[in-house]
């Protein structure tokens, strides 16, 4: 059963939505489960019941309807709960949603429509970026779960790590000209696969704290990333 270690299923007993997260389905209480009490739409009054248009807008009065608060990103996003993302099926997913909730559409609306229309739209954007990127996403996926990293990148490394990190950025520091840039990219592209490889297996063992540990330390990978793209600035 996934999040099956008991330390962390106390902790989020109850508060998970549906979906499925590695390879297995969650459990789920009936408190989480989206659509179990039909709301009636704001427009028209009529229960919205199966909701025309991805549960979006009134099947009677086709008024859009206000977010979904119970919906996580993954379940908006039409991907299960996973770290394994297919990303050409999530940009297609995001194409999808955006030419049917864009604010744009809604200009001739009323202004309720136009406002949840904005809700809707920055949703869909900040559910596409953080599902996009290996570590964000990660993240999010733990959140879920109950467990979540400090803010900050300090968390439980130990010395070997840290120490591999000042060793990079110090190489970073005195790197000079477009090839000694292009070799630091690489070294840490090839960090951050190798970790991202680890975090899969992780979250497939039902390993939350493996996969905080790793994620944490593509935290650190990814400020030597940026790093990197502000010494590419020309100044």
């Keep these: 059963m996934w999040c099956g270690r008991t330390r962390v299923l106390l902790r989020v007993s109850g508060l998970w939505p549906t979906g499925v997260l590695g390879r297995r389905p969650l459990n789920c209480s009936a408190a989480s489960l989206a659509g179990s009490n039909s709301p009636r739409c704001w427009n028209c009054g009529g229960l919205e019941g199966p909701l025309r248009g991805d549960r979006f807008f009134c099947p009677q009065c086709r008024a859009l309807q206000p977010p979904d608060p119970t919906?996580?990103?993954?379940?908006?996003?039409?991907?299960?709960?996973?770290?394994?993302?297919?990303t050409a099926k999530l940009q297609h997913r995001y194409q999808q949603l955006q030419r049917l909730i864009h604010p744009d559409f809604f200009s001739q609306r009323s202004q309720t429509e136009k406002d949840f229309s904005e809700k809707h739209s920055t949703l869909v954007n900040d559910a596409y970026e953080t599902l996009l990127a290996p570590l964000s996403r990660g993240l999010y996926l733990l959140k879920l779960c109950g467990v979540e990293i400090p803010e900050g990148t300090d968390y439980e490394m130990d010395s070997q790590f840290l120490m591999e990190i000042m060793e990079i950025n110090e190489k970073l520091a005195e790197a000079q000209g477009e090839t000694a840039m292009k070799e630091m990219e690489s070294i840490v592209r090839a960090k951050q696969k190798e970790l991202t490889d680890n975090v899969i297996r992780a979250f497939e063992r039902d390993d939350f704290e493996k996969a905080k540990?790793?994620?944490?330390?593509?935290?650190?990978?990814?400020?030597?990333?940026?790093?990197?793209?502000?010494?590419?600035?020309?100044?």
Excluded: A, G
């Excluded at 919906?71 to 297919?86: A, H």
């Excluded at 935290?219 to 600035?233: A, W």
């Design 71 to 86: 919906r996580d990103y993954f379940s908006l996003m039409d991907c299960n709960r996973s770290f394994r993302v297919d």
């Design 213 to 235: 540990e790793l994620l944490t330390k593509m935290r650190y990978f990814s400020n030597v990333e940026e790093k990197i793209k502000l010494k590419k600035i020309p100044l």
